[in-house]
């Protein structure tokens, strides 16, 4: 095991370039289930999270290469084998396995997914939507059950607005016999993106990126070419490490549109920003402004974007709300930085940040991926050195996060943990 150790202090300086979308590329792999000819898939990050998906696709059949970012999927062999166990409980993505082996074998055996610890995320929408299209669903000894005769296509309302609810509805639609209709749909840009990759396997979808979706069913699907887009999730958290710590930084592979709600925040806390094309320009103030977020679903403010925010208002001047409506429980960073000597109290479902508070290097620990960036951003921003574990979380969501910051300026390296901080680890 190994932990990540940050030096303070250091301005940031020069171009970064972002990597393709995690949240796309969870969705996109599972997808190619649906095809009976080869897919491929350009762009995406080298991140865990992709050798897990490619891991899952083998042990179904399918034949699965890679090189350097570009992925090519034959799942023309594959087969309906139960995955109740192993990698697919490693993240929650795995439950996109469902909505594309229902859409293409009309059954499946997925085990409950893991993935961060954030709280409740019930299924419960995803499991409303496969009875609407026809399938039997059952949780037996921790697995999910679905069976179905035939898929046919429904109207389906999800109650609460969900980006993984409306990806997995999509994924077993597209080849029903008929209409769907998924009402009150998530907006966000990786939806877009699966539809896409969707539509050139010859699916037929309107309305993606909107709150209604309308699909007309087809018999098959083939394979296809398709580049991921960029992550703005990462590009969002290095534009919020530019503010915290950066002279001048720029930031390419960007969609500045996807990115409007924070790239706001921002730029109301004083922070310069340019954008040309697919760049972003980034200067941060002499004197940071404090601001509020509430996080929202898209395009209000991400809620993966709210830990590391977070990190960064502790530089800011004066008090700041903090409120996660999409997952009120996500605040085990607080308590982390803390011990870096932020001053942070919470207060009914938010956290007020009192600002500017100095940072000092501490041992601390990431319970999730956005956690782990925001005390990335935190460690450079503090006085000293700050010792991260858990440094298997960041690495599930970004690529060659050490080398793409060390060529900033920061110092950033990894060393192996000694028999008495992984015991500490493993007991905390």
């Not at 919020?240 to 996807?258: F, K, S, Y």
């Not at 409120?323 to 000597?341: A, C, G, Q, W």
Request: glycine share 10%; with cysteine; proline share 5%.
């Amino acid at each position: 095991m190994h932990k990540l150790m940050v030096e303070g202090g250091r301005q940031l300086r020069g171009t970064l370039r972002v990597s393709g979308a995690k949240n796309s590329a969870v969705a996109l792999l599972p997808a190619a289930i649906l095809a009976e000819s080869p897919v491929t898939i350009e762009g995406l990050p080298d991140i865990s999270d992709v050798g897990t998906l490619s891991e899952l696709l083998r042990e179904i059949g399918g034949e699965v290469s890679q090189e350097d970012r570009t992925i090519h999927i034959d799942p023309s062999e594959m087969i309906s084998m139960p995955l109740p166990n192993g990698r697919v409980k490693k993240l929650r993505a795995s439950y996109y396995f469902m909505g594309a082996m229902l859409g293409r074998f009309n059954k499946a055996v997925i085990g409950l997914p893991g993935g961060c610890q954030l709280g409740p995320r019930p299924i419960d929408q995803h499991i409303k939507g496969f009875e609407a299209l026809g399938a039997e669903v059952t949780n037996e000894q921790g697995a999910i059950y679905l069976r179905a005769e035939k898929l046919k296509g429904a109207r389906i309302y999800l109650d609460m607005v969900s980006v993984g609810a409306t990806i997995n509805i999509m994924l077993a639609a597209v080849r029903a016999e008929g209409k769907t209709v998924i009402e009150n749909a998530a907006k966000e840009p990786e939806i877009i993106d699966v539809a896409t990759l969707l539509t050139s396997m010859g699916a037929n979808i309107k309305g993606a990126g909107t709150d209604v979706i309308r699909i007309e069913g087809v018999e098959r699907l083939t394979g296809c070419l398709h580049t991921i887009i960029p992550d703005r999730i990462e590009a969002g958290t290095y534009a919020i490490l530019a503010a915290a710590q950066g002279e001048e930084v720029i930031l390419d592979n960007v969609i500045p549109q996807h990115l409007e709600s924070l790239l706001a925040k921002l730029r109301e806390m004083g922070v310069m920003i340019e954008m040309k094309d697919d760049q972003l320009y980034i200067r941060p103030p002499e004197r940071m402004k404090s601001v509020d977020i509430k996080t929202l679903v898209h395009p209000g403010f991400p809620t993966d974007l709210q830990q590391p925010f977070t990190s960064l208002l502790t530089n800011a001047s004066g008090n700041s709300v903090v409120t996660d409506t999409i997952y009120p429980s996500r605040f085990k960073h607080v308590d982390e930085l803390t011990r870096m000597n932020a001053r942070i109290r919470g207060e009914g479902g938010s956290v007020i940040v009192h600002g500017p508070s100095p940072l000092y290097g501490a041992s601390v620990k990431a319970s999730d991926l956005r956690a782990g960036a925001a005390l990335v951003i935190a460690g450079l921003m503090a006085e000293g050195t700050t010792e991260i574990s858990g440094v298997e979380h960041i690495e599930r969501g970004y690529e060659n996060i050490v080398e793409k910051l060390n060529n900033l300026g920061a110092n950033i390296w990894y060393e192996e943990m000694s028999e008495i901080e992984k015991e500490q680890f493993q007991n905390s």
